[in-house]
């Protein structure tokens, strides 16, 4: 059965916002998009579902933003939920797309694991990858550069992104965990596709990766991962709840019980 968001797009709408500085929220209530003003074009990060790509684009425009400015698309990883709805913004602006390299794989030649059968569709629009993301790459766009490092576990080609905003004369880093889920690693999603228990000791490898690493703003893939929307209901003209440096190793510490716990590891 199909998952209500690609029944009821209209459902999941959320009005979009600005987070800080000239990074705004433009994803959905289920999966996060997020978009970039780099001075010199737009950034997106992720495009949601194929379904849900009139959102995006709305939100876009609310904001006052022209989708024809998107310079970059870049994508935490290949499932139906993050780059649906890549093929559709490529061809009506004709931005630039990103993609870790080992999920090339996954987007063209294994449709069964990008998650659409677990949505109840058929993940057929799939795109040119204009370039391939590698450990440690930067991806530069006007006052913008945003680290990339690879974090396999997920997917293949999960990746995770730092850049840097400032505001009040202050300057945060922001951070994000491109492939947090679980759910490809359970026993069962293993042995139904045939994908190798490594993947396990690969998702844990990749959190000890990103545990040094210090953040100021953490963003979700989806938006439960960092309570975005309950975030922008506390935002006060004096109070931006996103800055918290305490959120990004409390998220890890607690991806990484949930996983030992999955893998049955304590």
Not at 87 to 106: F, P, S
Not at 158 to 182: D, N, Q, R, W
Not at 234 to 253: E, H, S
């Amino acid at each position: 059965m199909p998952a209500e968001i690609t029944v009821r797009p209209w459902k999941f709408h959320v009005e979009p916002f600005r987070i800080i500085d000239r990074l705004y929220y433009v994803g959905n209530r289920d999966v996060s998009s997020h978009l970039i003003d780099t001075g010199q074009g737009l950034i997106l990060l992720d495009t949601t579902y194929q379904e849900t790509v009139y959102l995006l684009l709305e939100s876009i425009r609310r904001l006052g933003f022209d989708p024809d400015d998107i310079s970059f698309i870049v994508h935490c990883h290949a499932h139906y939920d993050h780059c649906g709805g890549t093929r559709a913004i490529v061809e009506l602006t004709g931005a630039k797309t990103l993609l870790g390299e080992a999920d090339v794989e996954l987007l063209e030649q294994r449709p069964e694991l990008s998650w659409g059968p677990e949505y109840g569709v058929k993940f057929e629009e799939s795109f040119k990858v204009d370039r391939l993301l590698r450990d440690g790459d930067v991806v530069s766009l006007g006052n913008v550069a945003i680290e990339c490092v690879h974090i396999p576990g997920h997917t293949p080609g999960s990746m995770a992104f730092f850049f840097a905003v400032g505001e009040a004369g202050k300057s945060y880093t922001v951070g994000i965990h491109g492939g947090p889920g679980l759910n490809t690693l359970t026993d069962e999603y293993l042995a139904r596709y045939g994908l190798p228990a490594s993947r396990r000791q690969d998702y844990l490898a990749s959190l000890e990766k990103l545990k040094p690493s210090k953040v100021d703003i953490q963003l979700g893939a989806h938006p439960g991962q960092n309570d975005t929307l309950a975030k922008r209901a506390a935002m006060t003209p004096d109070r931006n709840p996103f800055i918290d440096p305490q959120a990004w190793p409390g998220y890890l510490a607690d991806l990484e019980a949930k996983a030992k716990s999955t893998f049955g590891l304590i």
